[in-house]
Each structure stands twice: as structure tokens, then as C-alpha cells.
């Protein structure tokens, strides 16, 4: 073995090649987002636009859990390479669309691979690395997270403009090759043979589940009223699969999520983290370029640049707390801590009004950018520490899945909260004017074009909605605190550790197998 905090040159290949996974993941979403006026104006749709994102999402989150158990029966690095092989073919299928239909199919596909990407960067950097050093590799691992969210509206801007749209998705062909071969090549894990049976009716009742929850958060409050019976059946359906996939689980020979897990204390906190980690940067990251639109007059094609001051404190935040992390062995301080910047900084962000200037808004978000960059891999971090090596993989799974779910659910109720706010403001300034002016899809440009008590109205509207928004998102990190000050802090190792008295809150019983150079 190495030396403690040299790692051969093999390993260090190893993490470029996940590095590089964990962007085609986080990237793919912001590329085509940025691309989709210009697919709907090629391929038509309109009505079908929001299935492209909702499509990718549902089988993400589906398949999710499911790459966690297959990666922990079958081996790690067989089902990493499969996962990256299902989402390249889903990209260059969807590339070649020729209607909007056979796109969001296709993006389903992609959707089923990233599902795999994220949980096996995260599974193989449990396997790789001992506990002690893990906190700096996932610190580096947010910072690419962080770097996509930036870059991807600018590189998908880029690519939409200079190669044509089908490029936003070709662009992760090359990439995912480069990441194969390295993984390929350099990555020797020990191999798996298990006799045990995939748990089919769990990963079924998992699986419609975990779609009945994302359509309702989806779907509620703007394809379909809240109360409506299609949402009604929807929770019903989601709520019955929930529970029968519980149930399940407890007789199941080979369980999908096995629920021993969540009887480490640490483990069920970190995903509630997880959680409201999810349900606040997504909203976040939906609500800031809306509001730097629609009231400071900031350009739409700057997007990623408007989010720069959240997300730089929340790169650095990770990497400082993964390397003091991995210098102390101790971690507790950084959920406290991230709880009680992230309420801060939502607090703050909800007493934005039309007069905020960027600089006090940029200086609002690093306050929550610091939050977030102390929670995002620590979740991780603690979770993986939480349980056995061989559960390595629906841990991991399970904590990516929460986070998922919580930022569903971000999306969905703040942005509910937000419409109404708005739709009421503008309903007390301009009265019937208000039903003909489209609530949040009115960008810098188009608001010029208004008349000014008309632009002065929808402003004041935004930034009402902005309010309730966050005021909500710093109620709601209440939580994270809160369940901070109960995790159990174990000391984290460098070498093999077993668990204390039963326990699995300290868990990882194997140790860190060696990566061979080639």
C-alpha cells in the first residue's frame, strides 16, 4: 500500500476517469436545457417540452437504487461500465430524434444510464478509498458538480449555436470513451459472483413508487390542480407501492434496499440531509437566474455566470472540508455548520426586493453556497461510513436517490408557492392585465416591451414570489440543523475499522482494496 495521502499514479487516473462520469452526469441536464428552444423549434412539441426533462428524471431516479444492489451482488466495475454504456447509447440515440416523441424515449434511456453514473463514482470512491481520505476525493468530486452547473448553460449555448442541438448530446460520446477505457484499463476491484436472485417485485413496487412521487411533485400545481383526481391517484398508487415495497423487503432473500441500513443512526440522518440538501439547491438553482432576470435585468445567455457566487462557495466549501476532513478524522462541525448557513443565507435571499443590488444578492447567495458546500459530500461521506462494505452500493444509491427525490420536491412546492405569490401580486396591481402576462417566462428582453407600471408590477410580483420561496427553503434547513446536532460523530480511520458494540455507525469492516498500476 501507499503511503497515507500519496495515492499511485493508477488511482489518480481512476478518479479522472469518475470525475469525468460525474460530469457527463451533472452536465447533461444544463447542456440541453439551454438547447431546448432550438429542438422545439426543430422538432415541434411544445406541449411535450417539459416530458424531455421529466423523462431523463423519473428513470435517474427509478434506476438509481436499483445500480446500488446490482453494483453491490455483481461487482462495481462491471456495472459502472454498463451504466456509462446505457447512457452513451441513450445520448447518440437521442441525437438522432427526428420527433419529440422519439426523443423523451431516448432520453429515458440516457436517464437509466446516469442513474448508474452517480451511484457507482460515489460506490467505487467508498471501495478505493479508506473512510480517513475519503471526505477530500468527495469534496473534489462536488467541485466538478459545482463547475457543471456553471458551465453547462455557457457550453450548451456554445454547442447549440456553432454545431446545431443534436451536439448537446453527441459532445458525451467522446467523453464517456474517454472515461471507458481509463475505468477499463486501470480500475481491478474484486470480482463478485453472487447466486443470490434479483429482488424483481422490489425493484418493480421501487420503481412505481419512486415514478407516482416524482409525476405528482411534477405534475401538481401546473399540468394537473393539486386536489385533481389524476394527482389523487397518482399519491394513492405511489403511496401503496411505497408501502408494499417495505413490506417486501422484509422477506425478500436479496432485498433492493436492504432496511437494516436505516437502523444506523447516522445513516437515516444523513439521508434526511440528503433530503432537504436536494430540496433547497435545486430550488435555489430554479429561483436566483429567474429573479436576476425578471428584476435586475440580467441577460438570459449569462445564466450559469448568474449563479457564480453560490456555486464557487459551495466548490471551495467542499474542498476545504474534505481536506480537513481527511486531516482531523472528524466531521461533525460541518453539518452544524452548513445548517446554520444555509437558513442564514435563505433568510437573507427571501429579503430580496426590487431594490437589491447584484452585489448584495451575489454576497446572499455565498452565504448558502457555503451552507450547501458543507453538506454535499459530507452526507455522503457519513452515510458510506454508516454501513458494511457490503452495503456500500445501496448506501450510496439510497443517499444520491433522497437528494433526488428532495430536489422533486423543492421544484414542485416552491415553485408552487412561488406562481401563487406571483399570480396574487400581479392580480392586487393590474388586475385583469395580469391573466395576459405569462408569470416566470418573461426574460429581460421581453419585459422592456412592457409598459412600465406593467414591468414595474410583474417585478415587484417576482420578487414577492421570491420571498415566499426562499422564507420557505430556510423554514424548511430548520430540519438539517436540527438532525445535525444528533449525528453520532466516529472518528474516521485510515485503515479498517468494525463496528463498535454492533453498530453500524461506524462501519467499514473491509479494507480499501489496492487499485493495480498498468
Known sequence: METEGKKPRSVRVVLLALMIAMMLAMLDNMIVGTAMPTIVGELGGLEHLSWVVTGYTLATAAATPIWGKLGDMFGRKATFLTSIVIFLIGSALSG??????????????????????????????????????????????????????????????????????????????????????????????????????????GAALLTIGITSIVLVTTWGGSEYAWTSARIMELIGIGVAALVGF???????????????????????????????????????????????????????????????????????????????????????????????????????????????SRFTSGVFMAVLGLGMGCLMQITMLVAQNSVEMKD?????????????????????????????????????????????????????????????????????????????????????????LVASFFVKEVPLKGGPQKPEGGAADNADAVPAPVVEAV
Open 96 to 201: 438522432m430524434a427526428q420527433n419529440m416523441g422519439e426523443l423523451i424515449g431516448f432520453r429515458a434511456v440516457q436517464g437509466l444510464g446516469a442513474g448508474g453514473l452517480m451511484v457507482g463514482v460515489m460506490a467505487i470512491i467508498g471501495d478505493l478509498i479508506p473512510p480517513r481520505e475519503r471526505g477530500k476525493y468527495q469534496g473534489m468530486m462536488a467541485g466538478v458538480m459545482a463547475l457543471a452547473m456553471i458551465g453547462g448553460p455557457l457550453v450548451g449555448g456554445t454547442i447549440t449555436d456553432n454545431w446545431g442541438w443534436r451536439w448537446s448530446f453527441y459532445i458525451n460520446l467522446p467523453l464517456g470513451a474517454v472515461a471507458l477505457a481509463l475505468v477499463s484499463a486501470v480500475l481491478h476491484l474484486p470480482k463478485k459472483r453472487s447466486k443470490a436472485r434479483i429482488d424483481y417485485l
Open 246 to 356: 417495505v413490506f417486501w423487503q422484509t422477506r425478500a432473500a436479496e432485498p433492493v434496499v436492504p432496511l437494516h441500513i436505516f437502523r444506523s443512526r447516522n445513516f437515516t440522518l444523513m439521508s434526511v440531509i440528503g433530503f432537504i440538501t436536494g430540496f433547497v439547491m435545486f430550488g435555489a438553482t430554479l429561483f436566483l437566474p429567474l429573479y436576476q432576470q425578471s428584476v435586475q435585468g440580467a441577460s438570459a445567455t449569462n445564466s450559469g455566470l448568474l449563479l457564480l457566487p453560490m456555486l464557487g462557495a459551495m466548490l471551495v466549501t467542499s474542498m476545504v472540508a474534505g481536506r480537513i476532513t481527511t486531516n482531523s478524522g472528524r466531521y461533525k462541525v460541518f453539518p452544524i455548520a452548513g445548517g446554520v448557513l444555509m437558513i442564514t443565507g435563505l433568510y437573507l435571499l427571501s429579503t430580496m426586493d426590487t431594490g437589491t
Open 392 to 480: 456500500m452500493g445501496v448506501a450510496s444509491s439510497s443517499t444520491t436517490l433522497f437528494r433526488t427525490l428532495g430536489s422533486s420536491f423543492g421544484v414542485a412546492i416552491m415553485g408552487a408557492l412561488f406562481n401563487n405569490r406571483v399570480k396574487d401580486v400581479m392580480a392586487e396591481r393590474v388586475g385583469s392585465a395580469a391573466s395576459k402576462m405569462q408569470s416566470a417566462q418573461l426574460d429581460a428582453a421581453s419585459l422592456k416591451k412592457l409598459p412600465a407600471a406593467a414591468r414595474e408590477a410583474y417585478q415587484h410580483a417576482v420578487s414577492a414570489g421570491t420571498h415566499s420561496a426562499f422564507l420557505l427553503g430556510a423554514v424548511v434547513a430548520v430540519v438539517v
